[in-house]
Structures are given as structure tokens and as C-alpha cells.
């Protein structure tokens, strides 16, 4: 992704800035998913898995990105604290 929109972007809500997920955090939250263990902000299960995603520095809430496009609706979010095996922050 674009350096430049990376700048720009935070999250709609809090305003928080976001940063790529890194692979470990990607592949627990995909696992997550694959378990039917996650949920939207919306309340709307999530069962496709996330090829891409954003999440905010604070590590609370996780945007996808779909065909290299960032959805930052504050619907679409998923929150982190449902995340079990969510790795720590490094």
C-alpha cells in the first residue's frame, strides 16, 4: 500500500492512526474467522477471510482491504479484543 495514503488514514471513529497487519496477526485473525469466532463492530459475523487488513497503532480495531482499497467503515470494523490468540504488541 501507498506510503502517502498510509499517512493520512486513521480510523473514522476514534481518529486513531493505522499500520499494516503484519503476518502473525493476519494469520490469527484468519484463524479466528475460520472458526466463526469473529464478529464486525456491527454485530455481523465475518466469514470470509481478511487478504489484507489495517489495524489502528493502538491495536484496537482492524479495517480489511479489499483489491488493494481500505473499507473504513466504522461498521465494518473488527475488533481486536474478541481476537483470543491475538499476538501481542511487539
Known sequence: ???RLLDILCCPVSKV???PLNRAELE???SAIGSSQVE???GVAVREAVPEGLITTDRKVI???EDG???MLPEEGIGTTQL???PAAA
Open 40 to 42: 464486525s463492530v456491527a
Open 28 to 30: 490469527a485473525l484468519n
Open 63 to 65: 479495517y480489511r482491504v
Open 69 to 71: 482499497i481500505p473499507v
Open 1 to 3: 500500500m501507498d506510503k
Open 84 to 86: 483470543r490468540d491475538f
Open 17 to 19: 492512526p493505522v499500520r
